[in-house]
C-alpha cells in the first residue's frame, strides 16, 4: 500500500540531513515516496553565504563545538559524516534546483548530494557554479538547470511550499507529514518506524472496512 511522507526541508538545516536519511532508510520498509518540499528558513542570508561565526555571535566557540560533536553523533547513527559547515550559504538557489530535479525524476539523489555536498564537503550550495556541478553528479541536464535557475522559474514554486507550510501549522524544518498528522523534528529511526506503522495498519483497516461495506 504505497503513499507518500511529506517533508518540509531546507538544506542548511543539520536536522533536515539527519532526518531525510532516516526517512530513506526507512523507505523501503514501507514503500511511501518521499514528497520533499524546500522551505527557506534563512532568506535574510546573504546571497554570497556568510561566515559560520558571525551568525549568533553569543555562542561562545566552545559552545559551537559542543552542538557540532552532539550533531555528528547523531549523523553516525544513521551512516552520515556531519561537519560544522565553515560558510553558512543561503539555500534559495539550492532549492529552486532541487525543484528542477524533482521535475526530471533526480529529486531525491539531487537532495542527497546537495546535504552531503554542505555538510561533509563544506562546498556553498548557494553558487550557481557549485549546484551546477551537483546536478551533474545526479545525472541531471546542467544546460536545463541553469537556464531553469536563471529565468527564476521556481520562485514561485518556493512560496507556494511556503504558503503550504503556514496553511499546516509548518513553523520550522524538518516537518513530515504522515498523512495529516505533523512529525517535527529529527525523530530516531525508531520513533518514525512505530508512527509509520500505526499509520499503516489504520490505513489497512480502512480500506477493509471499506470494502466490507461494499
Known amino acids: 500500500m504505497g503513499f ?7 538544506f542548511i538545516c543539520p536536522f533536515c540531513y539527519i532526518g531525510f536519511e532516516t526517512a530513506r532508510r526507512l523507505k523501503p520498509e514501507f514503500g511511501y515516496d518521499i514528497e520533499w518540499k524546500g522551505f527557506q ?13 558571525e551568525y549568533r555571535r553569543g555562542i561562545s566557540p566552545e559552545s559551537r563545538r559542543a ?5 555528528a ?27 528542477f530535479a524533482k ?8 537532495e542527497e548530494r546537495v546535504f552531503r555536498a554542505y555538510f561533509k564537503e563544506n562546498l556553498n ?12 553528479d545526479a545525472g541531471i541536464d546542467v544546460d536545463q538547470l541553469n537556464f531553469a535557475l ?5 520562485e514561485n514554486r518556493l512560496r507556494d511550499n511556503a504558503v503550504a507550510a503556514s496553511q499546516r501549522g509548518v513553523d520550522g524544518v524538518p516537518t513530515f507529514f504522515v498523512g495529516d498528522y505533523p512529525l517535527v523534528g529529527a525523530q530516531s529511526e525508531q520513533v518514525m518506524r512505530q508512527i509509520l506503522q500505526r499509520y499503516v495498519q489504520r490505513m489497512t483497516a480502512a480500506v477493509n472496512t471499506k470494502s466490507g461495506e461494499a
Open 4 to 10: 507518500s511522507l511529506e517533508m518540509f526541508s531546507d
Open 41 to 53: 528558513i534563512h532568506p535574510e542570508w546573504p546571497a554570497n553565504g556568510m561566515a559560520a561565526n
Open 67 to 71: 552542538m557540532w560533536t552532539r550533531i
Open 73 to 99: 553523533a547523531l549523523g553516525e547513527v544513521v551512516g552520515i559524516e556531519m561537519k560544522s559547515p565553515e560558510l553558512l550559504a543561503n539555500s534559495r538557489l539550492a532549492l529552486q534546483a532541487a525543484e
Open 103 to 110: 521535475e526530471c525524476g533526480r529529486g531525491e539523489i539531487f
Open 125 to 136: 550550495i548557494g553558487d550557481a557554479g557549485v549546484l551546477t556541478g551537483l546536478a551533474a
Open 150 to 154: 536563471e529565468s527564476k522559474r521556481f
